[in-house]
């Protein structure tokens, strides 16, 4: 009589539970519901024991899965989320935890998975959601651009971003500044590369216009004709510009002032110091 009187109070905190998640689900935002629900679903979802038959706290949450448009996700890992831990046939593994996501976080989410990890401390296995994917490019760093040196507008980023205050000692404040200085650096190159690009397609039209122009007519007034050279040396610095970029892009040059951040070097570097290393020194009798 006392048990009976236990699962009735334990299925109606179950269905009040699911009740409060019914009026929350009725919002149209994305909703993930994720933990230890206490209850199995299907045959596949246990080990061990007695065997699985439906009870009210299965047909609960499926029935609310189903009313409010909720599914589970792939998940990577051990199968069984909680152990009974016995030893033979009383020992039981059951999938407890799980993760439920409406419609509309798995339409947001970019990457939707599920992964148990490792039961260790406890008889449940951790359950982590993995919701977004984290794009590597493979830059772990950023170098500094020769090309930088042909523009003023590069001298008054590092002096501008050198003046700002940065909390920390001295070596995290120089640490700091050059990272900052550094990334800036960057981000104005990206910009400014591009733009070089369009616009030596657009030199290019426009010198093309002109020397049609002058083939046409033999020749070309003053203002004409000053223009034209004037977008033939803009040209030149443009085409100067992403000459400087690509060598550099093709390690020509750093090869050449023979790079100590490649595998060739670092070989050539450790084969001298091994050969100079003094290992045991010997007397004149051996």
Same mark, same amino acid.
């Given at each position: 009589m006392i048990s009976t009187v236990y699962a009735s109070k334990e299925t109606m905190k179950r269905r009040y539970l699911w009740e409060f998640f019914q009026e929350a689900s009725n919002r149209d935002i994305p909703f993930i519901v994720k933990g230890d629900f206490n209850c199995i679903l299907a045959q596949?979802? &246990?080990k061990g024991g007695r065997r699985f038959k439906n %009870?009210?706290?299965? *047909?609960? @949450? *499926? &029935? /609310? @899965? #189903?009313e409010n448009d909720y599914h589970e996700v792939e998940f990577v890992g051990p199968r069984y989320t909680w152990c009974y831990n016995k030893s033979g046939g009383e020992r039981i593994l059951e999938r407890l935890d799980r993760c439920i996501l409406n419609s509309l976080a798995i339409n947001k989410i970019q990457i939707t998975l599920v992964r148990h990890l490792a039961r260790v401390a406890l008889d449940h296995c951790p359950i982590v959601l993995k919701m977004f994917e984290l794009v590597c490019k493979g830059r772990s760093g950023i170098k500094f651009e020769d090309? $930088? *040196?042909s523009f003023k507008t590069a001298e008054?980023?590092?002096s501008s971003r050198w003046k700002r205050p940065f909390l920390g000692d001295d070596m995290e404040v120089l640490n700091k500044k050059c990272k900052r200085t550094l990334k800036d650096l960057f981000y104005w190159s990206k910009a400014r590369l591009k733009n070089f690009s369009l616009e030596k397609d657009k030199l290019k039209a426009e010198i093309l216009v002109l020397q049609e122009e002058e083939s046409r007519l033999r $020749? *070309? #007034?003053?203002?004409k004709l000053c223009l034209l050279k004037a977008k033939v040396k803009e040209l030149k610095v443009v085409l100067n510009y992403l000459n400087t970029w690509w060598r550099q892009r093709a390690k020509a040059k750093w090869i050449k002032n023979s790079d100590a951040n490649t595998k060739f070097f670092h070989s /050539?570097? %450790?084969f001298r110091r091994n050969v100079n290393w003094i290992s045991q020194v010997k007397d004149p009798n051996g």
């Open positions: 596949e979802d &246990k %009870n009210q706290g299965s *047909l609960d @949450m *499926l &029935k /609310f @899965m #189903n090309a $930088w *040196l008054y980023i590092v $020749w *070309l #007034n003053e203002d /050539f570097a %450790n």
